[in-house]
């Protein structure tokens, strides 16, 4: 029986899956994340933050709705 803020074994990396409904409803919480996922999902958000600035009109995305009306 899970119960709230139980920890639930997720994986991590490429391996890590969501909760399921179940331990979610519960109130258990996935795995932390490790420091290489949290610098890969920076790099992740940074890059596309690039892509909304620098390039937006250029590689066929919307720009950001913070210079679309620049």
């Known amino acids: 029986m899970i119960r709230s803020g139980d920890r639930i074994p997720t994986g991590t990396g490429t391996a890590r899956r969501r909760l399921t409904r179940?331990?979610?409803e519960a109130?258990?919480?996935p795995e932390p994340m490790t420091r290489e996922e949290w610098r890969l999902?920076?790099?992740a958000s940074r890059t596309?933050?690039?892509s909304y600035i620098y390039s937006g009109?250029?590689?066929g995305i919307d720009p950001h709705?913070?210079?679309r009306s620049k």
């Open 22 to 24: 179940e331990e979610a």
């Open 27 to 29: 109130g258990g919480l």
């Open 57 to 59: 009109n250029l590689r």
């Open 65 to 67: 709705p913070s210079i």
């Open 41 to 43: 999902m920076y790099e």
């Open 48 to 50: 596309l933050h690039n």
